[in-house]
T-cell receptor, first 115, second 114 residues
């Protein structure tokens, strides 16, 4: 079985400050990992994904995430927050060893950016 | 413009009504999905279609009935729903059904059951 835990349902940062959104996974086999963003009244959009090619993954809008197997983590970071980054962010995991699609989402973290 | 289009964007229905949600993808994908997003629960996968064949049904009540007439269209037929079914229903598609494939989402259909 696999699961995803996102620590902190709400995170607030000042504009220009570092953004750090935490994601830990639990999986019996190494997984694929994803970060999605959902802006108000919109669907989810892929920010980045880890597919075992490189542990540091760069995504859109200046975001990146690092896969750390020893910590079972895939935290999302951005050096400098922008007002337009305010949204809900979802971490998701999918096992590598099955042919079926089994994407499991975390409960989400709402990012607020203060001016 | 999104590659996955959902209609209607908002739907209010009574518990005895029958309605349908429609999804169309313009990305040439061969897998399509229905997800349910509630206020207090993580995103839940409801159904998966691959090459128009239903391949996953995650213990969804029979009052939700999916239909995939071709690889570009997906429907969710709704009947005798309950107030707790009120949620955002997201359609999605991917090029293939592999675990690494990126899933592309529509903007969702807000459903309110009264």
């Amino acid at each position: 079985a696999q699961s995803v835990t996102q620590l902190g349902s709400h995170v607030s940062v000042s504009e220009g400050a570092l953004v750090l959104l935490r994601c830990n996974y639990s999986s019996s086999v190494p997984p694929y990992l994803f970060w999605y963003v959902q802006y108000p009244n919109q669907g989810l959009q892929l920010l980045l994904k880890y597919t075992s090619a490189a542990t540091l993954v760069k995504g859109i809008n200046g975001f990146e995430a690092e896969f750390k197997k020893s910590e079972t983590s895939f935290h999302l970071t951005k050096p400098s927050a922008h007002m337009s980054d305010a949204a809900e962010y979802f971490c998701a995991v999918s096992p590598m060893d099955t042919g079926r699609r089994a994407l499991t989402f975390g409960s989400g973290t709402r990012l607020q950016v203060q001016p | 413009e999104t590659g996955v289009t959902q209609t209607p964007r908002h739907l209010v229905m009574g518990m005895t009504n029958k309605k349908s949600l429609k999804c169309e993808q313009h990305l040439g994908h061969n897998a399509m999905y229905w997800y349910k997003q509630s206020a207090k629960k993580p995103l839940e996968l409801m159904f998966v279609y691959s090459l128009e064949e239903r391949v996953e049904n995650n213990s969804v009540p029979s009052r939700f009935s999916p239909e995939c007439p071709n690889s570009s269209h997906l429907f969710l037929h709704l009947h005798t729903l309950q107030p707790e079914d009120s949620a955002l229903y997201l359609c999605a598609s991917s090029q293939e059904r592999s675990p690494a494939a990126t899933i592309y989402f529509g903007e969702g259909s807000w459903l309110t059951v009264v």
